[in-house]
């Protein structure tokens, strides 16, 4: 690690300003903390920093290596990757006779307290309905519901991973899953298990796990590769050619000393998950996007009810056009979704099933022009849904922004804060949807 140090990662936002051109600044500026700096000129593709697997904290264990993930036991019945190494951190943060305290410790102690975010359990319902996108809502909603359910049901069970009576007796272990799998959801990476690009187990890696996001053009990426085991004095004395399984950073472009490391957390994502799991934004995001429906039968059903004849009547019958949004969610197949993003992107099946039904009611009139302006529609519908307008929440951070440094209490802070997310958050689906409107 010759080659990087870790500083303070301050950020001079810019991304709400007042009418006067000030910034108002933004929620990231406090969750950013820590960050990686280059101390040296780095090149392209050069390596900037390799962590072996026996320092990392994996869905296969403490410190576990090569093909481990194969002979890897789940903690309890139907863990996710998220869950396993949320259990094994806390096997770590324990400090039992098993888990080699000295070891771990540095790097429990590293890192955050708390990870304050919609998912954390920190939030109220009052908070989180902040959102005020129902995407956002119900899905934080969904995440706390089963996290508590899967805590009470590990707790109930009496195998509590770590040694809670020996460090944090006095907090529930509630609230320790909870604080467990935020680390894991803001900071764990997803890397090969056999360094050849074979399946994939979830890690929290030291150091990687501390680089900074970047929506667009990160200067570095991760991988994992196997390198000699120069500490292996057995196959030294034998003259094998041991290897070992690292995580290893490589700089995707050149990188000048003092510059900041960045990586991509999620590729092409919305901002969803960084708001909900990471607790920030991380300034415009070109692959934002939000839902305009939750399936081409809602589609198809507002489509009927939206557009009628001039004397009210429905044109297109029900049954056939629940019909004809089956046969178009079956033609995009799994994983669809509904969604509206920068540039005018809307999904593919979403235009083409409108084009379709325009065609059959409106035969004379130009079927893309027609889908446009349904999408333009709901657009219109969902930003008059929303309970504050764009023009509310701006002038709400403005007045935040102006009167934070009289804020005494810790607590009142800490829901300002939460509330700043939310309403930056809701301001950019806000502008998704308003930039479509206006063309």
Known sequence: MRKVDLRDSPRDSKDFVNDAGEAIGSADDAARGRGVYAVVDIKAGERVLTVPFSACISQAGLGKGANALADAKLPFENATPSECVAWNL?????GDASTNEDTWKPYVDALPAVVDSPTSGLWDRKEVAELQIGEAVFKAALTLGKDAKTARTIAASGAVPGNPKAKDGEIGFAERWGWALSCVRSRAIECSSDGQGGATQAMLVPYVDMLNHAHVDPNVEWT??????????????????????????????DVRAGEELTI???AESSLDGFCLFMGFLGGHNPHDSVELFKSTAHAAAWYGDAFKSEAGERVVDPEKAAAVAAAFAKRAGLGLELRLGWGGRVADVLVDMLVYFNKQIMPDEDPQAMAAHAVRVRCSELVAALPTSAEEDLAWLETRSRGKENEADGEARRRDERRKLAVEYRLRKKALLQHFIEG
């Open 90 to 94: 806390l096997v770590a943060r324990g």
């Open 224 to 253: 994992a590769v196997a390198v000699p085991d120069d500490d292996d004095s057995v196959s030294q004395k034998n003259g094998e050619a041991k290897q070992k399984l690292v995580v290893a950073l490589l700089a995707r472009r």
């Open 264 to 266: 991509r957390y999620a």
